[in-house]
């Protein structure tokens, strides 16, 4: 054999072998995603979930039996009219008609009430794994967050939702029931006339569902093909106008126009063959039940012809045989977002079995701060096993001291406050408030005792004082008019003319940076934390507007034990304390002119920075 078919072979084998294993676990997702799903709908507690199922399922079977014994009515009506047979219960052909009406009538009604009473269990299903999610979300690390996108997050949340929601309805409401009127039907067939009624509804149904599910399962490769390609567009154009500037300096509008047209030329062509794959999928269904119906209605006609079976019988037939074919139409539909809701929820209940990296010890107290004494004991710590960024740091912030931690980009700076927040959990060594180790009280405790302004303070899109509140829940007016005073910011707020309720836009974007770090000063103020952690608080702004912050975090710096890890040294000269960081460990530690006077690395660091900022008022 030829080394290049060798090859081909090998490479088809492989690849089914693939699709194989992927359909396999999807299979297993799927099955686990149900599991994990019957909890909600069954529940232990509370009794009136459970109470809910059983109404919603009665009403489903008397309405499906309503809704099967419907054409027997209505060929008793044919019957009465053509002088055949004996009227059922003695009605008459008007009375049939009525009553077939009102079965029509009670069978949609049944309908509607297992709706309206399975309506509450569904929603409060949907609304417990929501908030199960989104708590779950925030339980995990921020090590998870920083590798994965929000907006990405909030997506599966929002398709796992929608995926239990069509599951609740489809499988529930729609599989199931279509089965149920099957079987019901076939029974009929089967007894009320004979088994070669039977052997074709079910011949027809068999190639039906067979039909529908492969033509779907190749429609589904299809779409997602499209999805791609549609996406792939999608984000070439909006990548294209989010660099607007950048496409007018170098006159890229005809470039980008091509790059756009060649992405939509995919989507085109992907388009067109889901199209026509539609279009043939729903000629061969309909092939499929029109044969199925016409070889059933021969088979009544031939009956009626002999003279065993009436007008109403074949009216019945064809009746039963509608009945039992209108749902069927949206099987393809069905089967394929099924499908697609199993692998939404999938992604939604990986999530939830993402193990939170940091977690609180069984009946861990609640942390205790008497001073506000913060210790650092041979701290070692690394975002991967491969890369250490903190090796073996020694560092004690007394109560009511001002340290400040500076040094180069790298040297571990931002890590020390992320570890005493514990965003992580330290590798070696502790860290300390009051000598209680961070790890053996509760997470919520430990944050609430730290206050921290970050370099670039993120705002909630609501007003200013929905902002400034966020620091304390429960907060009052007057405690919020107080922290933004003493964050320096209420003069300014009250010269808006919307005052606190002034929207701040996403991000906080309609407020300068000046202001928005004033508000998060405010925010901090009214938490009242016994422990400050300044993260870089003003390098982010200009000189002018750093100098009127620095007066504001002076003040909330009052009375508190605070640690700033700082990029400007000017902005820190007066700290009680500077601890000098290099490569992840202590290289220097003193006050401004100790260190100084030292000639080392601060002063070497000093003498830098004097340099650029008389290079740029030069």
Same mark, same amino acid.
């Given at each position: 054999m030829?080394?290049?078919?060798?090859?081909? *072979?090998?490479a088809?084998?492989?690849?089914?072998?693939?699709?194989a294993?992927?359909?396999r676990?999807?299979?297993r997702?799927?099955?686990?995603t149900i599991r994990?799903?019957v909890p909600?709908?069954?529940?232990k507690?509370?009794?009136?979930?459970r109470h809910?199922?059983?109404?919603?399922?009665?009403?489903?079977?008397l309405?499906?039996?309503?809704a099967v014994?419907?054409?027997m009515?209505y060929?008793?009506?044919?019957?009465?009219?053509s002088g055949?047979g &004996?009227?059922?219960l @003695?009605l008459?052909?008007?009375?049939?008609?009525?009553?077939y009406g009102m079965?029509?009538l009670?069978?949609v009604?049944?309908?509607?009430l297992?709706d309206?009473? $399975?309506?509450r269990?569904?929603?409060r299903a949907?609304r417990?794994l929501?908030l199960e999610?989104f708590?779950?979300?925030h339980?995990l690390?921020?090590?998870y967050?920083i590798?994965?996108?929000?907006?990405g997050l909030?997506?599966?949340?929002?398709?796992?939702?929608k995926?239990? +929601?069509?599951?609740?309805r489809?499988?529930l $409401?729609s599989?199931?029931?279509?089965?149920l009127?099957l079987l019901?039907?076939?029974g009929?067939?089967?007894?009320?006339?004979?088994?070669?009624?039977l052997?074709?509804?079910?011949?027809?149904i068999?190639l039906?569902v067979w039909?529908?599910?492969?033509v779907?399962e190749?429609r589904?490769?299809l779409?997602?093909?499209m999805?791609?390609? +549609?996406t792939?567009a999608? /984000?070439k154009?909006i990548d294209?106008?989010?660099?607007f500037?950048?496409?007018k300096?170098?006159?890229?509008e005809?470039?980008?126009?091509?790059r756009? +047209?060649?992405?939509m030329?995919?989507?085109e062509? *992907?388009?067109i063959?889901?199209?026509?794959?539609?279009?043939f999928?729903? $000629?061969?269904?309909s092939?499929?039940i029109t044969?199925?119906?016409?070889v059933?209605?021969?088979?009544a006609?031939m009956?009626v012809?002999s003279?065993?079976l009436t007008?109403?019988d074949?009216? @019945?037939?064809? #009746?039963?045989?509608? /009945?039992?074919?209108?749902?069927?139409? $949206?099987?393809?539909?069905?089967?394929r977002e099924?499908?697609?809701?199993?692998?939404?929820?999938?992604?939604?209940f990986?999530?939830?079995?993402?193990p939170?990296e940091?977690?609180?010890?069984?009946?861990?107290p #609640?942390?205790a701060?008497k001073g506000?004494v913060?210790?650092?004991?041979?701290?070692?710590?690394?975002?991967?096993?491969?890369r250490?960024?903190l090796?073996?740091?020694?560092?004690?912030?007394?109560?009511?001291?001002?340290?400040a931690l500076?040094?180069?980009s790298?040297?571990g700076?931002?890590t020390?406050?992320?570890?005493?927040f514990?965003?992580?959990d =330290?590798?070696?060594?502790?860290?300390?408030i009051?000598?209680?180790?961070?790890?053996d009280?509760? /997470?919520?405790?430990v944050?609430?005792a730290?206050?921290v302004?970050?370099?670039?303070?993120?705002l909630f899109?609501d007003t200013i004082?929905?902002?400034?509140a966020?620091?304390?829940d429960?907060a009052t007016e007057?405690q919020i008019?107080e922290a933004?005073r003493a *964050?320096?910011i209420?003069?300014?707020?009250?010269?808006?003319p919307e005052g606190y309720?002034?929207?701040?836009?996403?991000r906080?974007?309609k407020?300068?940076?000046g202001?928005? /770090?004033?508000?998060g000063?405010?925010?901090?103020?009214?938490?009242?934390?016994?422990?400050?952690?300044? +993260?870089?608080?003003?390098s982010?702004?200009?000189t002018?507007t750093?100098?009127?912050?620095q007066?504001a975090?002076?003040?909330a710096?009052e009375?508190r034990? =605070?640690?700033t890890?700082?990029?400007r040294l000017?902005?820190i000269a007066? #700290?009680?304390?500077? =601890? &000098?960081?290099e *490569?992840g460990?202590? &290289?220097e530690?003193?006050?401004?002119?100790?260190l100084l006077a030292r000639a080392?690395?601060?002063a070497q660091?000093w003498?830098?920075?004097q340099a650029e900022e008389?290079?740029?008022?030069?």
């Amino acid at each position: 054999m030829p080394a290049d078919t060798t090859a081909a *072979a090998a490479a088809d084998e492989s690849r089914e072998s693939t699709e194989a294993n992927l359909a396999r676990a999807e299979r297993r997702s799927s099955l686990r995603t149900i599991r994990k799903v019957v909890p909600y709908l069954w529940p232990k507690d509370p009794a009136w979930v459970r109470h809910r199922v059983v109404w919603a399922m009665a009403t489903l079977i008397l309405g499906k039996l309503i809704a099967v014994g419907t054409p027997m009515i209505y060929k008793g009506a044919v019957d009465a009219l053509s002088g055949e047979g &004996v009227s059922p219960l @003695m009605l008459g052909a008007v009375g049939l008609t009525i009553a077939y009406g009102m079965a029509r009538l009670l069978s949609v009604g049944f309908q509607q009430l297992r709706d309206a009473i $399975f309506a509450r269990v569904g929603q409060r299903a949907l609304r417990m794994l929501a908030l199960e999610t989104f708590t779950h979300i925030h339980r995990l690390s921020l090590r998870y967050h920083i590798t994965r996108k929000t907006g990405g997050l909030s997506r599966i949340i929002e398709r796992g939702v929608k995926g239990v +929601d069509f599951l609740l309805r489809f499988m529930l $409401f729609s599989i199931g029931p279509l089965l149920l009127e099957l079987l019901l039907v076939a029974g009929i067939f089967f007894f009320v006339f004979d088994v070669w009624y039977l052997a074709a509804v079910v011949v027809t149904i068999a190639l039906y569902v067979w039909f529908t599910f492969a033509v779907t399962e190749w429609r589904v490769k299809l779409r997602r093909q499209m999805n791609d390609q +549609d996406t792939d567009a999608n /984000q070439k154009a909006i990548d294209s106008l989010l660099n607007f500037e950048t496409v007018k300096y170098f006159g890229a509008e005809d470039r980008e126009a091509r790059r756009y +047209d060649a992405a939509m030329e995919g989507y085109e062509t *992907a388009a067109i063959k889901t199209a026509t794959s539609l279009a043939f999928l729903n $000629f061969g269904q309909s092939l499929l039940i029109t044969t199925g119906l016409v070889v059933v209605m021969v088979l009544a006609a031939m009956g009626v012809q002999s003279g065993n079976l009436t007008v109403g019988d074949f009216v @019945m037939v064809n #009746a039963y045989m509608i /009945q039992i074919t209108m749902p069927l139409n $949206f099987l393809g539909t069905v089967y394929r977002e099924i499908r697609q809701s199993l692998v939404d929820m999938g992604q939604m209940f990986d999530l939830l079995e993402q193990p939170a990296e940091v977690q609180d010890k069984p009946a861990a107290p #609640a942390l205790a701060v008497k001073g506000g004494v913060v210790s650092f004991d041979n701290v070692k710590f690394g975002y991967d096993s491969e890369r250490h960024i903190l090796k073996g740091i020694s560092l004690t912030v007394g109560a009511g001291e001002s340290v400040a931690l500076v040094g180069p980009s790298g040297s571990g700076k931002s890590t020390i406050g992320r570890l005493l927040f514990r965003f992580y959990d =330290v590798d070696g060594g502790a860290i300390r408030i009051d000598g209680q180790d961070l790890r053996d009280v509760t /997470q919520q405790s430990v944050h609430d005792a730290i206050g921290v302004v970050p370099q670039d303070t993120v705002l909630f899109n609501d007003t200013i004082r929905y902002n400034i509140a966020y620091g304390r829940d429960g907060a009052t007016e007057a405690q919020i008019i107080e922290a933004a005073r003493a *964050a320096q910011i209420h003069d300014f707020i009250a010269s808006l003319p919307e005052g606190y309720d002034t929207a701040v836009g996403e991000r906080g974007l309609k407020l300068s940076g000046g202001e928005k /770090q004033r508000v998060g000063i405010a925010r901090t103020l009214l938490k009242n934390p016994p422990i400050l952690l300044l +993260d870089e608080a003003t390098s982010a702004l200009d000189t002018e507007t750093e100098h009127e912050i620095q007066g504001a975090l002076s003040r909330a710096a009052e009375g508190r034990t =605070v640690i700033t890890i700082a990029h400007r040294l000017s902005t820190i000269a007066d #700290a009680d304390r500077i =601890v &000098v960081l290099e *490569a992840g460990e202590v &290289v220097e530690q003193g006050t401004h002119e100790d260190l100084l006077a030292r000639a080392g690395r601060y002063a070497q660091l000093w003498a830098r920075q004097q340099a650029e900022e008389e290079d740029d008022v030069a």
